[in-house]
């Protein structure tokens, strides 16, 4: 098997195994890009809906740290059996919010420290909302290994595209009848990158 | 049959030309989603901008009242180059008007105080990752400005090469026949390990 046939075949299998991934990102992208048409059409119409409201005594003062936050965070999922990664976030007006997640949906709690109420809120979210979501997910700051995993595997998406690229260049460098044209498209690319950039 | 080939000479090209023109958008995807992916490992978020103060002079073209806190921005963001993503405030106390403008290389902010006839320019510069991922974010057509909307066509553009790529892709794989186990296992590989992870977050 020469170089050549090599690269070929790196270009085609891993853009084969990476095709979820690359579907994905272009179709979030374009929910994205065009979210205004998506609630015209009413593709992002997820509703919260309460779980519960009850008295709760969280411990929790208004200047509060991060760890703080945080450790109450992991309180409440764990007190109420639920399997996500979760999101701690400030005390703003005397309420300390929660996030905990999946691709699915989400369960939301609000603390009031003054009246130590807790309330719960659940959304189950549309196939629209579970593009972006996706599509925003990643890093390695998660309590749980599979979050970390996806970070591992995002990873993993983006040097499939920079070996694509390599090896797209590859093949394109060694098919003579198209080095001119492709210099030229490439040089276009890089010139209206570059403008496109400056007019920002 | 010829039209077959036809078909299959203009996927393969518009599959390789299309690429070559988009290199420079899918490097930097990349390129800034790697170090977004990272940021735990880069010392967290990036520091909030510092200002410094490029400009302070008296006002000479102050607007007439009763000019809305629009207009007055409008022109302050033209007279000082304020980039196209705008967002305006007014301080309630002493009535100043400030308008920041955001451009993926930093931030550019003009105050006029009415009281004094003052205005003054302020510049803030991103590093390099608050560059990136200022690219990266940029998408949509929300924002009036020619330069903001070019670019949220260019990522649509984008969006719609990489649906393109995968479906002639698809029909590039599936015309080599001697590909088709291997390609059948690595596309199945790759549905059920984003499967298995769809279930698992």
């Known amino acids: ?200 | 049959m010829a039209t077959t080939s036809r078909l299959e000479f203009w996927l393969r090209r518009t599959h390789m030309y299309a690429a070559l023109f988009l290199i420079p958008w899918v490097l930097m995807y990349a390129i800034s989603t790697l170090v977004m992916n990272h940021r735990v490992h880069l010392g967290g978020a990036e520091p909030a901008p510092v200002f410094e103060t490029v400009l302070q002079q008296r006002y000479e073209g102050a607007p007439a009242e009763p000019a809305t806190r629009e207009q007055v921005a409008a022109r302050l963001a033209d007279e000082h180059g304020v980039p196209g993503r705008r967002r305006t405030s007014r301080d309630p106390e002493s009535g100043a008007i400030t308008v920041t403008g955001e451009s993926p290389f930093g931030l550019r902010r003009v105050t006029f105080e009415p009281d004094g006839g003052r205005v003054t320019v302020e510049v803030a510069g991103y590093g390099g990752r608050k560059f990136l991922s200022q690219l990266h974010y940029r998408i949509g057509y929300d924002w009036n400005s020619p330069g903001e909307r070019a670019w949220g066509f260019s990522v649509d553009l984008f969006a719609v090469a990489m649906l393109f790529w995968i479906v002639s892709g698809f029909w590039m794989w599936w015309t080599i026949r001697r590909t088709r186990r291997a390609g059948l296992l690595s596309l199945g590989l790759g549905i059920v390990l984003f499967s298995l992870f769809l279930v698992a977050l």
């Open chain 1, 1 to 200: 098997m020469t170089l050549a046939h090599l690269n070929r075949r790196l270009h085609l299998y891993l853009g084969l195994v990476l095709v979820p991934w690359f579907a994905m990102y272009a179709l979030s992208a374009l929910a994205m890009s065009h979210r205004g048409l998506i609630e015209r059409l009413g593709w992002a119409e997820d509703e919260w809906t309460p779980r519960f409201e009850k008295p709760y005594d969280a411990g929790l003062a208004d200047d509060a740290d991060h760890a703080t936050r945080w450790a109450l965070a992991r309180r409440l999922v764990e007190e109420h059996g639920l399997e996500c990664a979760f999101r701690a976030g400030r005390i703003t007006n005397g309420q300390f919010e929660m996030l905990c997640f999946t691709i699915f949906g989400a369960t939301r709690f609000r603390y009031d420290l003054s009246e130590r109420r807790l309330t719960a809120e659940d959304i189950r979210f549309g196939p629209v909302r579970v593009l972006t979501r996706m599509h925003g997910r990643g890093g390695f700051h998660h309590e749980r290994l599979r979050d970390d995993l996806w970070g591992a595997m995002v990873d993993l998406v983006n040097l499939g595209l920079l070996i694509w690229v390599a090896s797209g260049l590859y093949m394109w460098w060694n098919a003579p009848g198209q080095r001119r044209w492709g210099t030229v498209v490439l040089i276009a690319g890089i010139s209206c990158f570059i403008a496109f950039m400056l007019g920002l």
